[in-house]
């Protein structure tokens, strides 16, 4: 029997850059759904903030139009339904207009009064450079006291020194227990199932080291180009955008040692170390171990699309050729190594990437081949065992074991997947990443959000990465939209006699 889900308590939801992209597309439509769920106490508020000039009817009716939109491809057809819970939701949401530039944040403040005890969260879903000037404009508006929380998106900087300059901006009105920088990737179901599927069960910790598993890939790839945020991304890229967050985050969750406790500061401990492990990469290190790739024109699921240069052209209302020199990656596949006791010597492989094949985000473990074959018949070497954990899409665990084939013809060994789908499973809508985030935030429960000194030690690895490119002038190699990537990715991980898992 499934638990009940908590009624959170009393709180007031504040959303600067209330009508923008995410806060349209992610943030409202998880409350929504959560409100649903009968999870938002009665007199809950939702505060969007931007300078669109909207007045609460104008965005009650976006918000409802962007819902009939959204949740249904969430949830099914019945999430939308015009009733009783749809009109409450939209009754809780109220819009200030106000650029946080201005020092007149009266009409916010009127709207929220004092705190005086009560649940507030402030989520942060405008640019990064914005985070400090709203962290100072709140408290001198007098909206945040010592129990108001604050939501970071991503990017947290675009280097070292500008993640530790906006780290000291907010933290200068927040203390660190109040402060929650999210990552949605951490939301994801399966991320949260690989802590159970560790921890709760011997039968795999016992094999979780150098002893028994060859090597680790972490894949997120995409099938989507950059679309109209070509400025902002040429601006970041894939390491910025992916790797030192993302990626990094889902190595630490795999590598981590075993924690006391399943709490927010346990957690983040453990993944800390495996940050402060990792082997640097600099200079040579990074030419040999690191590939840079971009996408050139070609066909995804059948349709011609335009290469990242053509794209970033027509958003600046130029030609390709004046953008074909962009040195901005749109690939990356890297190979890492966590210098510890666990992990010595096991290589992990990550990449990602737009315009790929598929849509698709994956942990593969491969564990070590069996010392010895007592199976002739089988011709050959027993494929090794592969635990494959999909993010995205059907989120789910495989393991890839060897098996008798049936028959009467003896003893034939073939590769046979268990497979768990946690939709196939247990049959309940899986609620998106956002959904459950939010609600962390709102019961003040940080495990699965990044502390500061995290963000950091991401940025202390990944920041000579960046140094040795524009140092060493190492260019993106090209590859066609719809492919895996450039084939110097493939040569990276062929090098040590092994192959990317392309089962997805």
């Excluded at 666990?342 to 593969?364: D, N, Q």
Aim: proline residues 7%; glycine residues 8%.
């Amino acid at each position: 029997m499934p638990h009940p889900l908590p009624v959170m308590d009393p709180a007031d939801v504040v959303v600067f850059g209330g009508t923008g992209d995410l806060a349209m597309r992610k943030l409202l439509p998880a409350l929504y759904l959560r409100d649903r769920d009968g999870q938002l106490a009665d007199d809950t508020r939702i505060v969007a903030v931007s300078r669109s000039g909207l007045d609460d009817p104008g965005y009650r009716d976006k918000v409802d139009s962007e819902l009939r939109r959204t949740a249904p491809r969430w949830a099914g057809p019945e999430a939308c339904a015009d009733d009783a819970q749809h009109r409450r939701f939209l009754d809780r949401l109220h819009h200030v207009t106000l650029d946080v530039a201005d020092d007149d944040w009266s009409l916010l403040a009127d709207l929220l009064g004092a705190p005086a005890g009560r649940t507030r969260v402030l989520y942060l879903a405008s640019a990064p450079q914005l985070f400090g000037r709203i962290c100072v404009g709140s408290a001198a508006a007098g909206i945040v006291d010592e129990h108001t929380r604050v939501v970071l998106e991503k990017p947290l900087g675009t280097d070292l020194a500008s993640a530790k300059a906006i780290n000291d901006e907010v933290g200068s009105v927040f203390a660190e227990e109040q402060i929650y920088r999210i990552d949605h990737y951490l939301g994801k179901e399966t991320v949260q199932n690989l802590l159970v599927l560790r921890f709760g069960n011997s039968l795999f910790e016992p094999l979780w080291n150098a002893s028994q598993i060859d090597h680790v890939q972490i894949t997120v790839a995409e099938s989507i180009g950059v679309g109209n945020r070509a400025d902002y991304y040429d601006g970041s890229g894939a390491l910025r955008d992916m790797v030192q967050n993302h990626l990094l985050q889902l190595l630490c969750l795999v590598a981590m040692e075993p924690p006391a406790k399943i709490d927010g500061e346990g957690v983040r401990d453990e993944k800390l170390k495996v940050l402060q492990s990792l082997r640097p990469l600099d200079g040579p290190d990074v030419v040999r171990d690191t590939v840079r790739g971009q996408y050139a024109e070609g066909l995804v699921d059948g349709t011609a699309v335009p290469g990242y240069a053509t794209e970033l052209a027509e958003s600046r209302a130029g030609t390709p050729r004046e953008r074909e020199r962009s040195s901005t990656e749109t690939f990356v596949a890297l190979r890492a190594e966590v210098a510890n006791w666990r992990w010595a010597g096991v290589p992990f492989y990550l990449r990602t990437g737009k315009r790929l094949a598929t849509h698709a985000s994956e942990i593969v473990v491969q564990f070590k081949p069996v010392p010895h074959s007592i199976f002739p018949a089988f011709g050959e070497e027993i494929p090794a065992n592969r635990l494959v954990l999909r993010l995205q899409p059907d989120e789910g665990v495989r393991l890839h074991m060897t098996a008798k084939q049936p028959g009467p013809g003896g003893i034939r060994p073939i590769p046979a997947p268990l497979d768990l789908s946690f939709a196939r499973a247990f049959g309940d809508r899986l609620p998106d990443a956002y959904e459950r985030l939010l609600m962390d935030v709102l019961r003040g429960n940080p495990t699965l959000f990044m502390r500061r000194d995290e963000i950091e030690a991401a940025w202390t690895w990944a920041e000579p990465i960046l140094r040795t490119w524009e140092a060493t002038d190492q260019r993106p190699r090209p590859y066609a939209a719809g492919s895996h990537g450039p084939a110097s990715a493939t040569a990276l991980i062929e090098r040590d006699g092994r192959a990317w898992h392309e089962d997805y």
